[in-house]
């Protein structure tokens, strides 16, 4: 059963679209910044909307890395462990992150401020080792770096 707020977020959503499976994905991410992540009763109305089993959207929904499947902290934080940035310290950078917010990565704080991911690669290796805090790109991080960037969010 969906709560009377999330169905009218929905029909907020549902109201951009004509109900074609074509747009599932643009509501997917319109649902995911609604919500932070997609519960399973938003995905069931939406593939409701589409008139698509269920089993449609989670199989697109689980075949893109953009999509969470529980909840996530208001504030991302990203490590890069791709070669040039572990060879240039992000090891360091993600103990760091680790040892700042008291989680681990791939998980989010209990208050759902933060979460710590770590992402294969960015594609600016000159800038490693590469941290992204939001959207905000950090080059060259180093563990102060990252107190202080943290340390200015909090």
Known sequence: MVEADTREKLEQIFSH??????????????????????????????????GVPESAVFGVSTFYAQFKFSPVGRHILKVCRGTACHVRGAPRILDEAEKQLGIKA?????????????????????????????????????????????????
Not at 133 to 151: C, F, N, Q, S
């Open 17 to 50: 679209y004509h109900g074609r499976q074509e747009d599932l994905i643009p509501i997917l991410q319109e649902a995911q910044e609604e919500f932070r992540y997609l519960p399973s009763e938003v995905m069931l109305e939406i593939a409701r909307f589409l």
């Open 106 to 154: 791939g998980e989010t704080t209990e208050d759902l401020e933060y979460s710590l991911e770590t992402i294969a690669c960015f594609g600016s290796c000159a800038l490693a080792p590469v941290m992204v805090h939001d959207e905000d790109v950090h080059g060259r991080m180093t563990p102060a770096k990252v107190r202080e960037i943290l340390g200015k969010a909090k």
